[in-house]
């Protein structure tokens, strides 16, 4: 099996309010991205093909000057379109992809590895997730609907992997979305493509940044882990 990752990190970061691209503000000193691309080698994983901001290409090669890369290129207009770029810059070779959120700059290589070992058999997607927590409710014009019963519910994180020619099927039918499991999951559902999508255990460590706040989340996690 040979695996390739794209790290998404095309993102403008505009409510995290730092007047940067999201990928290089500081977290504990160094870029989210560079915490993001070590988490990818530590798990074993082949250098990834970073997907960045299209006007800061410079920026992000002086933030990965020290670290192993196959490729950075330069994003979409969507989420979609970015991932789509990444694909593309994959070596023909890779028949499992990893597709990651450099927001999500501190996941485990734990979880990283476990989510590219469940691609096996009739698996042709994966992520990882965590069970929600959180009483969920449906509103609509701010008045509650009902509650949602959250049984069986998970919060999906990153990476995500697939089967090549899954995830390239996925993209192929012009579909969008902002998380490439449910572009996979439409074909399952419509008869188009065969297999099925399993969850693997996530992390607390795997949270998004996208809020300022979440910065001191995140810095808080990275302490805690350096102390044990």
């Known amino acids: ?22 990928a290089l503000v ?20 082949p250098p990834p093909v970073i997907v960045h901001t299209p006007d800061a290409a410079s920026a992000f090669r002086s933030a990965l000057a020290d670290l192993p890369v196959t490729a950075l290129v330069p994003g979409g207009s969507t989420r979609t379109a970015s991932v789509a770029a990444g694909l593309a810059a994959l070596p023909d070779d890779v028949d499992v992809v990893l597709v990651h959120d450099a927001a999500r700059a501190l996941t485990p290589p734990r979880v990283i590895r476990a989510v590219a070992q469940a691609i096996t058999g009739e698996v042709v997607a994966a992520a990882p997730g965590l069970p929600v927590a959180d009483t969920l409710k449906r509103v609509a014009g701010g008045r509650v609907l009902g509650t949602v019963d959250r049984d069986g519910l998970v919060a999906v994180q990153t990476p995500q992997a697939f089967t090549r020619a899954a995830l390239a099927a996925a993209h192929a039918s012009g579909a969008a979305a902002t998380d490439d499991l449910a572009l996979v999951e439409r074909l399952l559902d419509a008869g188009r493509l065969h297999g099925r999508i399993e969850v693997v255990e996530g992390a607390a460590e795997a949270m998004k940044v996208t809020y300022r706040h979440d910065l001191a989340v995140a810095e808080a996690l990275l302490h805690r882990h350096d102390q044990e």
């Open 1 to 22: 099996m040979s695996v390739g990752v794209v790290v998404v990190a095309a993102g403008r970061g505009e409510r995290l309010g730092e007047g940067q691209p999201k």
């Open 26 to 45: 500081a977290l504990a000193g160094e870029p989210l991205l560079v915490h993001a691309v070590r988490g990818v080698l530590a798990a074993g994983m």
